[in-house]
């Protein structure tokens, strides 16, 4: 079973706390949790006004976004309370294979969660698939330029969809379920060239605007 996550967190440092997390399985469960206890004394601005400002907790018509989409637990609590709630999650599926988003640092702090890679719950892969390299090979470019493409974009074209706003972005559950759309979408259209080639038309049409 393919989950899709992405975290929220204190700076990208080597001390970074874990402050949300967003998952989504391929079946159409999800888990979204806040952590009380992160590092309160990082002070940058641009945390300030795209994560902390872009929790659920502080925006109740995200949750009601989110639940118009998909039906998912919500949590907060300290990292030990997130942790026992996360098992009983993950733990409902047979086997739990990872898909993020550039994920060098969500996987550590998702590690983290539990301790070490050898305590994850029993189930779970400890490799993640990371969907920058797909991205990558879809739209024949570097990792590094992948890195800079605009994720809702790609699936807007991928989709058909008009170009959407994006009111809740650097929101984990927001960021888990375009990781998740962007990745069904691809495993559909991989072995596509005209479709593959419609999108990249697609996406770049959008990136002139």
Known sequence: MN?????????????ATLVSIGLISESMRGFYAELTDYDKTY?????????????????????????????FERHIGTKEEIREKLTDFLLKFDEVQLVSDVCHYDMVLFIDLFGTAFDLPRNVN???????????????????????MN??????????????K???KHNAFYDALCIQKFYELYRRCEYEPAYIRSIREKYYIMECK
């Open 166 to 168: 994006n009111p809740f």
């Open 3 to 15: 989950i899709y996550f992405d975290t929220e967190f204190t700076g990208l440092k080597k001390n």
């Open 43 to 71: 002070d940058d601005p641009w945390f300030k006004e795209n994560v902390l400002n872009h929790l659920v907790s502080e925006n109740p018509e995200m949750e009601k976004y989110f639940l118009d989409q998909i039906d």
């Open 151 to 164: 994720r809702e974009r790609i699936v807007d074209a991928m989709s058909n969809d008009k170009e959407q």
């Open 126 to 148: 400890p490799s993640c698939h990371d969907i920058n390299q797909d991205i990558a090979k879809l739209f024949n470019v570097s990792e590094k330029d992948a890195f800079d």
